[in-house]
């Protein structure tokens, strides 16, 4: 059974005309769930929102309050790309407690796998930033209440933007293993395959930069010689994925090369990767061309839930092998650092 929490009724986030992260795409993403003939699994539970304990665990309380002050006041623009408006705050709580929710369900018993489709995104917010349309860091909030119930988390993040803030969070964090397959370069030029924990965690962070163009063979071939063993070895309790769908051949700020069947093998690689059934979540980050996100996203949960749904063949050819090379070295020349 698939968990689903979304609320596309509550979301009170509104960014400006054209702005590419819009309410538009939450239908986008759930219309998947039909395109996949899985609606029929689908366990649907509300979002709460998060509570202050479980922010200030990723997020500074000085930010915070700082954060609910704008929005209330009226909002505006944070940065050239961020926006926010009165009722931002409270569609950002729901975000960021959306994923919790989704452990939840799952601790209960109600699902095998779960997805959250909320907005806004969150692997861009660090502890006292928000940047990259994202105001609250969704997956590091769940990832860190996971982490102080003492369990090991490992975080994939395959959106096609690097999650600096999710890394910059659990930089130093022996609990969480945060691993980024992401178009370099690009925003937010972070994600170098040097950088790979700090001095207390290090080989917890492991970055796999690819290139334009790259296509689905190269992150299979990342998934299989860079994030297995490392997963392996880190021995997860859980597995939560940054599912951004913005590296889509048809998405418009990016440039790799992915279909709909790519997505489909990277979910099933990913979910493979948990210690058993009902420790998989998936939360929605990027993707901003809504066709490619509704058959994306379809293609994903089918897979997990282990059903075909195949609306594009999976695809190769591209450059980036050697990238991937490149980053197994850096991480194995962090592990013997060690």
Same mark, same amino acid.
């Not at 700082?66 to 975000?95: K, M, N, Q, Y």
């Not at 370069?185 to 930069?209: K, M, V, W, Y």
């Given at each position: 059974m698939l968990?689903v929490?979304a609320?596309?009724?509550?979301d009170?986030?509104?960014?400006g005309a054209?702005?590419p992260?819009?309410?538009?795409?939450?239908?986008?993403?759930l219309g998947?769930?039909?395109a996949a003939?899985?609606?029929?699994?689908?366990?649907?539970?509300?979002?709460?929102?998060?509570?202050?304990?479980?922010?200030?665990?990723a997020h500074?309380?000085?930010?915070?309050d700082?954060?609910?002050?704008?929005?209330?006041a009226?909002?505006?623009?944070?940065?050239p790309d961020?926006?926010?408006?009165?009722?931002s705050?409270?569609t950002?709580?729901?975000?960021?407690?959306?994923?919790?929710?989704?452990?939840?369900a799952?601790?209960?018993?109600?699902?095998?796998?779960?997805?959250?489709?909320?907005?806004?995104?969150g692997?861009?917010?660090?502890?006292?930033?928000?940047?990259?349309?994202?105001?609250?860091?969704?997956?590091?909030v769940?990832?860190?209440?996971?982490?102080?119930?003492?369990?090991?988390?490992?975080i994939?993040?395959?959106?096609?933007?690097?999650?600096?803030?999710?890394?910059?969070?659990f930089?130093?964090?022996p609990r969480?293993?945060?691993?980024?397959?992401?178009?370099?370069p690009?925003?937010?030029?972070?994600g170098?395959?040097?950088?790979?924990?700090?001095?207390d965690?290090?080989g917890t962070?492991?970055?796999?930069?690819?290139?334009?163009?790259?296509?689905?063979?190269?992150l299979?071939?990342?998934?299989?010689?860079v %994030? +297995?063993?490392? !997963?392996e070895? &880190? #021995?997860?309790?859980?597995?939560? /994925?940054? *599912?951004?769908?913005d @590296?889509?051949? =048809?998405?418009?700020?990016?440039? %790799? +090369?992915?279909? !709909?069947?790519? &997505? #489909?093998d990277l979910?099933a690689? /990913?979910h *493979?990767?948990?210690? @058993?059934?009902? =420790?998989?979540?998936?939360v929605?980050?990027?993707?901003?061309d809504?066709?490619a996100?509704?058959?994306?996203?379809?293609?994903?949960?089918?897979?997990?839930?282990?059903t075909?749904?195949?609306?594009?063949?999976?695809?190769s050819?591209?450059?980036g092998?050697?990238?991937?090379?490149a980053a197994?070295?850096?991480?194995?020349?962090?592990?013997?650092?060690r």
């Amino acid at each position: 059974m698939l968990v689903v929490v979304a609320a596309p009724d509550l979301d009170g986030h509104r960014t400006g005309a054209g702005h590419p992260e819009r309410a538009a795409r939450m239908p986008a993403a759930l219309g998947g769930i039909d395109a996949a003939d899985v609606r029929d699994a689908v366990v649907a539970i509300p979002p709460r929102r998060a509570t202050e304990a479980e922010l200030v665990r990723a997020h500074r309380p000085t930010y915070l309050d700082a954060l609910r002050s704008f929005c209330h006041a009226g909002g505006g623009a944070i940065d050239p790309d961020t926006e926010a408006v009165p009722g931002s705050w409270d569609t950002a709580l729901l975000a960021a407690g959306a994923p919790i929710a989704a452990t939840e369900a799952l601790r209960r018993g109600d699902g095998d796998v779960a997805f959250v489709a909320m907005r806004p995104p969150g692997h861009h917010a660090t502890e006292d930033q928000a940047m990259g349309f994202c105001l609250l860091n969704n997956v590091a909030v769940a990832a860190a209440a996971l982490a102080v119930a003492g369990e090991r988390v490992l975080i994939v993040d395959w959106d096609v933007h690097h999650g600096n803030g999710t890394q910059a969070i659990f930089w130093n964090d022996p609990r969480v293993l945060y691993v980024s397959t992401h178009q370099w370069p690009l925003f937010p030029g972070t994600g170098r395959a040097t950088e790979t924990g700090g001095s207390d965690a290090p080989g917890t962070t492991l970055n796999i930069p690819v290139p334009p163009g790259a296509t689905g063979d190269v992150l299979l071939q990342a998934f299989d010689e860079v %994030l +297995a063993p490392a !997963a392996e070895r &880190f #021995a997860p309790d859980w597995v939560l /994925v940054s *599912a951004g769908f913005d @590296g889509h051949r =048809r998405d418009p700020l990016a440039d %790799l +090369a992915l279909t !709909a069947g790519d &997505f #489909a093998d990277l979910a099933a690689r /990913v979910h *493979a990767l948990a210690p @058993g059934p009902g =420790r998989t979540v998936l939360v929605l980050e990027g993707g901003y061309d809504e066709e490619a996100l509704r058959l994306s996203v379809g293609a994903s949960l089918a897979a997990v839930l282990g059903t075909s749904f195949r609306p594009e063949q999976a695809s190769s050819g591209g450059p980036g092998s050697s990238a991937v090379t490149a980053a197994r070295q850096a991480h194995e020349d962090s592990a013997a650092a060690r």
